[in-house]
């Protein structure tokens, strides 16, 4: 399906004569989502399903829709802008390499003692997950640094070739150095990897500071295990894809989204894939976060709900949430943050995006109390819903949607009818019956529990960060985030609800508005008030002049590289920080301030304790073009097949109340709910109570209205 | 009798869950001291207005059952006496707390003059002061050596701190900087707690506490439809600890439960009398050791509230081990609580062998070096606790590199270990062969060295398992037991297994921790599992061949090959 999205006045049937475009692509699970920007403002996509086995193949042939849709040669493409789910499902599905790791002598166990929690308590049955490197692939090898960056061994160059050989016997294709405190100082840990690679070309190597300069072995150890176990697939889909894209004329620059929502450099992706394990969802939350500076709301959660999970994450002041450590693990419900343990950890920056094994597809079942539950088994997309007809028995969130009435009785495009008596009888034999509830009622409880699973997630980047959500703007997309986001945002005090232009693609859309970026660490520990000004200004000038020279070599002229930096800061004596932004000439006696009004806001005490430093960030970015705009989007319609209709919607599980259906293209004032809003790729749904109008970025806007 | 709504229920559990998941993350985020913030040594729960628990934290789960008698010290205390605003601590094992260091601090909640319940958080501190560094020695005799004492009062009255108690306990701690900073660690922890609750109070009303008694009645359902569908009768199991630091007598923990429809009786009968070393626990601490292992046969979606322990009578004779009397020294109590677990396991396994294990590591290794270093004299304290492994189980191996299942604690980075304290660290490794033998072999213990570089020091070592290594279940093996060595001017020497003395400079202290018991028959362990074990060095050749009669191949060329 194409649509397209005029953001100028101008005609769009006049087409200039020197076209170039960015394209965007975003692969999730079941779809590969595009997203086209033409230098004459217009926009068009394309939705093709995935081609999960070589997922290259999907963005070849969405490219040429989306090409031809638009009517420019693929050489006339200036920019590539990709997220994927290589990483995440490298590691779920453990593709990855063989991988060897070199520690320091008496220390190879680290990374699979880790940090010995479990996820759950009083669970014998649990089961930790398998270290990415098995004990007999981690050598260890005579070398020694302290804890104040003194050698007190230099690395023993005979003991890294010997594991270098018993690696290349083995088959090992990858491999991860980490040495103690090498932090401090990496000369080891360099010297490690120079030795190894000089004499086995033939296997990637990853120096542990080369990915993670920061404290902590286990965490140093994991993130670049991960990032060893990665590379070599990540790195040979990105060669792949970039040699078809090649092929098919393409002469731009690949930018692939990373973790922490910006775009990088495809070469950096294949050398530190660890930084690009949540590409495309973090995008997501980025595309939020510029939606919402367009929409001049500062404080947003953006909520992504799609078939089998939902996210969540958090904008604050104009600034998206993020956090410099993450656990993957496999079963995507983490019904806490507060885990050390089950997982792959790996210290990155990463969008703080929480998830709950809570989509559309979730099924619903009575457990052994007589509790309702919902989730994380999804029914996906075979055999699905009770009412897609397929085979599915199992009552989903989706059909309780369309039993209440929410979802129109046939699938977007009009073209499958959806079978509601089924979904009907599912739910009344697998759930009334035995609560004694009638259809209806067993429907409105699967719903508000998917809600309830769903405002976790929410809750997980608001009030864990000690924030209010009924402060906040809730920003509804994915599939069918704008299905359920009123009744989220009722549930949590929030009393206004954004629904971007096109909830489908939205992903896709919001990479469009980005460009590329360069981070760069320095670990800085002193106490604040003795810290040195020469010292921090000499980091910072040796961070900007490295930043500029990758992106220059990326083809990104130098005057257009900006910068912007923040200090990490804490109590003396804690171990988590704040990171705090600044600019200028670093001045320690403003900072203070500044991070105590921070630590204030997040943990409701003021306190007067000595602050510590830990590290300097700086954060570059460049462009080639100019990036989307939210502001100056405006939505054409596009809406297949829908018209005006009316039919009965249970709100409550008192009674269903006859509600006006209206095609999204139609809404050009302010509507009072009840009412749904039918779109080419999402349904709105707004409801008794609650108010929606049009906003001139293409965005609906629902609020509730005063009592 | 407010109806209640299934939905609004399930809501109402998740958002108590919620909340505590919040408090549990701000006192990791907050604190000072290394036990706290890096190996989790704290714990925390919601109370309501009657003291019952509501809902806890993934933290230490060892601390928890012991919240029901310190809040009935509390209520009865300060019945007509709290006030918003206030907040009361208390450590006294004989006043309603377990061993000095923990202090527990709770913040009752109020919405105008209705008390809601309590916030409550539950933190080792590093140091209380009495004879030695960290105060958690096994050698002290009585209470009045191992610290502060504070019955329970409050810290803050109406919002507003009381400096005299703050003095008291700054001018009584090594550490005070660090205990302090833990204790607005605790109480910014609190104010989250009360502030959420209110919230819920906001949205749901006074029919909330409807719901608080539904929640707790829902634990007792699910608690005691397990139990009627276990066998009745009586099932008993003993376990030892190697001694009381002064007498190497083994000291039997003994348990009798009874089954008997749906209601447990624990009864510790024909237990040690209480001992003169500091591993004495008082009764609340068996309680609650005894109620985390029952937890641990029931299935996982139960809530862990006070429903659960309405259907568990727990008994120990006055004077014993298990319930001491006044002044007994109680400081490494841990030990005995382990040992507790180990016990009610080993009994439970008899009746829901599925969600059981063999004997774990036996509780953590506790090895505190502190002393005074460099040029200032600045005081430090180390306090390294040394997890875990855990038993085979009825389909699997057991862990290694785990927590106790009594904590989920973490441990100290070797990283932070170094640059904090003049200690440096020489092997943090798996033990090999520690494992018991047996179709499903136990985990490996934990080996860990350390060379002091301050030129003295005091070390406490709190280890056990020597004598009587961790047992192995239904034909599995017992665990290697484990040892404390120590090399001075290249000696090495064996240490006993509680000990405190003074080190110098470049000594070497190095625990090699006991392994989990085995489950099965040795003989029906699979021939691929035992060559994986032998190719990844968790086994040696000599072991595979005693205990499996597996022949081991000889190693591959690569192995071998010198430069």
Not at chain 1, 118 to 138: I, S
Not at chain 1, 659 to 674: D, E, K
């Amino acid at each position: 399906m194409i649509g397209r999205w005029a953001a100028s006045s101008r005609p769009t049937n006049s087409v200039p004569m020197m076209q170039s475009a960015r394209l965007s692509v975003d692969i999730g699970g079941t779809f590969t989502d595009l997203v086209l920007l033409r230098n004459d403002g217009l926009t068009f996509s394309a939705k093709v399903s995935s081609t999960p086995a070589a997922p290259e193949d999907a963005v070849i042939s969405g490219m040429a829709e989306v090409l031809a849709a638009a009517d420019i040669p693929a050489a006339a493409l200036t920019e590539i802008l990709h997220g994927t789910t290589v990483g995440s499902n490298t590691l779920l599905q453990k593709l990855g390499a063989r991988t060897g790791l070199i520690t320091t002598k008496g220390f190879r166990d680290v990374l699979e003692i880790g940090r010995l929690r479990t996820p759950g308590m009083f669970d014998l049955t649990w089961d930790k997950p398998e270290p990415l490197v098995a004990r007999r692939y981690r050598l260890e090898v005579a070398e020694r640094t302290l804890a104040d960056g003194t050698i007190q061994t230099p690395v023993v160059a005979e003991d890294v070739l010997r594991a270098g050989a018993f690696f290349r016997d083995e088959g090992i294709q990858s491999v991860a150095i980490c040495f103690l405190n090498s932090y401090k100082n990496p000369e080891n840990e360099r010297s490690a990897a120079q030795i190894f690679s000089q004499a086995f070309a033939e296997i990637a190597v990853t120096a542990s500071v080369d990915v993670l300069p920061e404290a902590g072995e286990y965490e140093r150890t994991s993130t670049v295990a991960v990032n060893a176990y990665v590379l070599p697939p990540l790195k040979g889909y990105l060669e792949r894809l970039e040699h078809k894209l090649r092929s098919a004329g393409v002469t731009a620059p690949l930018l692939i989204g990373n973790s922490n929502g910006g775009l990088s450099a495809s070469t950096t992706a294949q050398s530190k894939p660890v930084f690009f394990i949540s590409s495309g969802r973090s995008s997501g939350a980025v595309g939020a976060a510029r939606l919402g500076a367009a929409l001049g709301e500062p404080n947003l959660v953006a909520f992504d709900m799609g078939g089998t999970t939902a996210s969540a994450a958090l904008i604050h002041r104009g600034v998206l949430s993020r956090t410099h450590e993450y656990e993957f693990r496999a079963g995507m419900s983490v019904p806490s943050r507060f885990i050390k343990a089950g997982g792959y950890m790996m210290r990155v920056p990463t969008v703080d995006v929480a998830e709950v094994g809570n989509g559309a597809g979730s099924i619903a079942a009575i457990d052994a109390a007589g509790l309702l539950t919902v989730g994380p088994i999804s029914a996906g997309a075979d055999p699905g819903p009770v009412c897609y007809g397929l085979g599915g028995a199992r009552p989903t969130v989706t059909d309780a949607n369309v039993v209440l009435g929410y979802l129109p009785p046939r699938l977007a495009g009009g073209t499958l009818r959806l079978d509601v008596e089924a979904a009907r009888m599912a739910i009344d034999k697998t759930l009334g019956s035995p609560l004694g509830l009638s259809a209806a009622a067993a429907a409105c409880g699967i719903r508000e529990i998917a809600n309830a699973n769903m405002v976790r997630a929410i809750r997980a980047v608001t009030v864990e960060r000690g924030l209010d959500p009924r402060d906040l703007t809730l920003l509804a997309f994915g599939g069918s985030g704008p299905v359920h986001a009123c009744d989220l945002a009722r549930t949590l005090g929030i009393t206004r609800v954004v629904f971007p232009p096109s909830p489908g693609v939205f992903t896709a859309m919001g990479m469009l508005a980005g460009s590329i970026e360069h981070h760069e660490l320095r670990s800085a520990q002193a106490r604040l008030d003795l810290l040195g000004f020469e010292v921090v200004e000499r980091l910072r000038r040796e961070m900007r002049a490295a930043a500029t020279m990758a992106l220059t070599r990326q083809g990104y002229a130098a005057e257009t590289v900006g910068f912007s930096e923040a200090i990490d800061l804490r109590l003396e004596g804690q171990d988590a920080s704040l990171s705090i932004p600044f600019s200028g000439a670093f001045d320690a006696a403003s900072l203070r301030p500044a991070f105590i009004a921070a630590y204030r806001d997040t943990y409701g005490y003021t306190p007067n304790d000595a602050v510590e430093a830990v590290a300097l960030r700086l954060h570059a970015h460049a462009r080639i073009s100019e990036p989307l705009d939210f502001t100056a989007l405006k939505a054409a319609p596009n809406d297949v097949g829908a018209r005006e209709e009316r039919r009965m919607v249970h709100f409550t599980r008192a009674a269903a109340i006859e509600t006006t259906i209206v095609p999204r293209a139609s809404v050009v004032s302010a509507l009072s709910g009840p009412v749904i809003i039918e779109g080419a790729d999402t349904t709105i749904v707004i409801p008794p109570g609650m108010r929606v109008e049009p906003n001139a970025t293409g965005s609906l806007i629902a609020t509730l209205e005063a009592a | 009798m407010t109806a209640i709504d299934p939905i609004t229920f399930a809501v109402i559990k998740s958002g108590l869950d919620t909340i505590v998941d919040d408090m549990a993350y701000a006192v990791m985020r907050t604190a000072r001291s290394p036990i706290v913030r890096d190996v989790l040594d704290y714990s925390v729960t919601l109370c309501d207005a009657k003291g019952r628990i509501l809902s806890q934290a993934k933290t230490v789960a060892l601390h928890l059952g012991a919240v029901p008698d310190a809040i009935d010290v509390i209520v009865e205390r300060f019945r007509d006496d709290m006030f918003r605003g206030d907040v009361i601590v208390l450590n006294d094992p004989y006043d309603g707390g377990m061993h000095l260091p923990d202090i527990f601090m709770f913040k009752p909640i109020f919405s105008s003059k209705r008390l809601l319940g309590f916030s409550v958080v539950i933190a080792h501190h590093c140091d209380v002061g009495g004879r030695v560094p960290g105060s958690n020695a096994s050698d002290s005799t009585e209470i009045f050596q191992e610290g502060l004492r504070i019955a329970p009062m409050k810290l803050y009255e109406r919002g507003l701190p009381n400096r005299t108690l703050f003095k008291i306990i700054e001018k009584n701690v090594r550490l005070p900087a660090m205990v302090l900073g833990d204790l607005d660690a605790q109480y910014a922890t609190c104010n989250i707690g009360e502030r959420e609750m209110l919230r819920l109070f906001e949205r749901y009303g006074e029919e909330l506490e409807a719901y608080f008694d539904r929640l707790i009645d829902y634990g007792e359902e699910l608690t005691r439809k397990a139990i009627a569908g276990w066998p009745d009768g009586e099932y008993a199991f003993t376990d030892y600890i190697d001694g009381d630091g002064f007498s190497p007598a083994p000291i039997p923990i003994v348990c009798r439960i009874t089954v008997k429809g749906d209601h447990l009786w624990v009864d510790f009968a024909g237990s040690s009398p209480q001992v003169k070393g500091a591993i004495n626990a008082t009764l609340s601490f068996v309680k609650s050791s005894t109620y985390l292992t029952i937890r641990c046969a029931l299935d996982h979606d139960v809530p862990n509230n006070a429903g659960v322990y309405r259907c568990i009578t727990v008994t120990a004779p006055e004077g014993s081990i298990l319930n001491p009397n006044m002044p007994a020294p109680v400081a490494a109590r841990a030990l005995t609580g382990y040992r507790v677990v180990d016990t009610v396991m080993g009994a439970l396994a008899q009746i829901a062998p599925k969600r059981l294990m063999a004997a774990g590591e036996g509780g953590n290794t506790v090895v505190a070096i502190g002393g005074y270093h460099g040029p200032e004299c600045k005081p430090f304290i180390l306090v390294d606790m040394i997890n875990g492994a855990w038993g085979g189980r009825s389909d699997k191996d057991g862990i290694e590199g785990i927590t106790n299942p009594s904590q989920n604690m973490s441990n100290l980075p070797i990283e932070t270990i170094e640059a904090r304290y003049p200690v440096m660290m020489e092997e943090y490794a798996l033990r090999e062969d520690s494992g018991g033998a047996g179709q499903f072999r136990g985990g490996l213990g934990l080996v860990r060295q350390y060379r002091l570089q301050a030129d003295t020091a005091v070390l406490q070592l709190r280890a056990d398992r020597h004598e009587h290594s961790p047992y192995g279940l239904f034909g599995g093996q017992a665990a290697a037991s484990s040892r404390n060595l120590l090399k001075q001017d290249g000696e090495w020497r064996v240490l006993p297994a509680k000990v405190t003395l003074e080190i110098g400079k470049d000594t070497v202290i190095r625990h090699e921790q006991a392994g989990g018991g085995g489950w099965g028959d040795p003989a029906s362990r699979g021939r691929d599992s035992i060559a994986t074990d032998l190719a990844n060095g968790k086994i040696s050749p000599a072991r595979a061949m005693a205990d499996y009669g597996f022949e081991a191949e000889p190693k591959a060329d690569g192995d071998d090959t010198s430069t």
